[in-house]
């Protein structure tokens, strides 16, 4: 078994308590290869933000779970190069798993903390499970984060065709019986890129979290499905053969707004696929004798790394705190 803090990484328990105590949220960006975990630490530590490293079932197969280990870590010491001696807060995080096996696996493999999803589940179920992961993973001082309700769209194996709000009567019941860390809740983001309709004018359920805000005050919630979908970047995918038609996401005035409350981790993930994608195409695009995988994927770190800065300093508001 390998410990979370032998790696350098830490906790989420502090930086939420910081994150709500600041009104800001802390990024929380996927990964699956080195490109996106450089711009990721580059842009956080550039931008002096926490961040958390997220890995979902799939990347974790994709990378390799020893790979991903060794790669946290490095980020760890790559932050620290970086930052010429200091570095950032860095949380290595399971978005999305679905099994106390899987979360167990991470935790002995490294993770510092871990999702565990039962919303699929029935509400007794999913406060079983979590329970479960719950009670091993504080045994490692392991962070958990819960879910109530169900976010539409699809990401990696997370794939659901309908909606269903967060029920504010039942967080605090599940908060105390399970003992979860954190909760994620449903108010209106929405997974994926294809979020919503041209013409739809998507709105996060504020006055939902405000009232799950009451029931269990000053508790961190987190916010999943939450890319903006920067329609420059859907252009360019599309200006250079991509077929991104009617791609819509969710506006990051309201994100803003609610990282300003109990919301402090926003989830992001397609945002940045964008941005590399973008960056790819175009470079394809504009030098088709191309084939050093260095002269693309390079332009696409940079342009992820662009947007991750972006995200910290004028949505999350997490720029400038990671020595709180």
């Known amino acids: 078994m390998i410990n979370y803090k032998d790696l350098g990484l830490v906790n989420t328990r502090d930086m939420f308590t910081k994150a709500m105590k600041g009104k800001y949220a802390i990024p929380a960006y996927n990964f699956n290869n080195m490109e996106q975990l450089q711009a990721i630490i580059m842009a956080c530590v550039e931008s002096q933000s926490p961040v958390i490293l997220q890995v979902s079932s799939g990347a974790r197969k994709y990378a390799n779970q020893t790979l991903l280990r060794y790669m946290a870590q490095g980020a760890v010491e790559y932050a620290k190069e970086l930052g010429k001696g200091k570095g950032i807060p860095i949380v290595l995080h399971l978005d999305h798993g679905d099994t106390f096996e899987l979360c167990k696996s991470c935790i002995d493999y490294g993770f510092s903390s871990v999702m ?61 019986k399970t003992g979860v860390d954190s909760l ?12 919503f309709k041209p013409g739809q004018d998507p709105k996060i359920r504020l006055d939902i979290l405000r009232e799950i805000e009451t029931k269990i005050p000053g508790f961190p919630i987190v916010l999943h499905g939450s890319s903006s979908v920067p329609q420059d970047l859907v252009k360019i995918i599309n200006q250079f053969g991509g077929k991104m038609k009617d791609a819509i996401g969710i506006g990051e005035d309201q994100l803003r707004e609610a990282a300003k409350s109990a919301v402090c981790k926003i989830n992001i993930d397609s945002d940045g696929r964008l941005a590399m994608t973008a960056a790819i195409r175009k470079a394809f695009a504009e030098n088709p004798a191309e084939f050093d995988p260095r002269k693309y994927l390079g332009p696409a770190r940079d342009a992820l790394k662009a947007l991750y800065i972006h995200k910290n300093e004028k949505v999350l508001g997490s720029a400038g705190h990671a020595c709180d």
């Open 184 to 195: 994620a809740i449903s108010i209106g983001t929405s997974h994926g890129a294809f979020k």
């Open 116 to 176: 565990i999803d039962g919303s699929h589940h029935s509400y007794e179920q999913n406060v079983e499970l979590t329970c479960q992961v719950v009670e091993y993973a504080h045994k490692y001082d392991v962070t958990v984060e819960g879910e109530l309700g169900v976010l539409a769209g699809v990401e990696d194996d997370v794939k659901a065709e309908h909606h269903t709000y967060t029920q504010p009567e039942e967080v605090e019941d599940f908060v105390k």
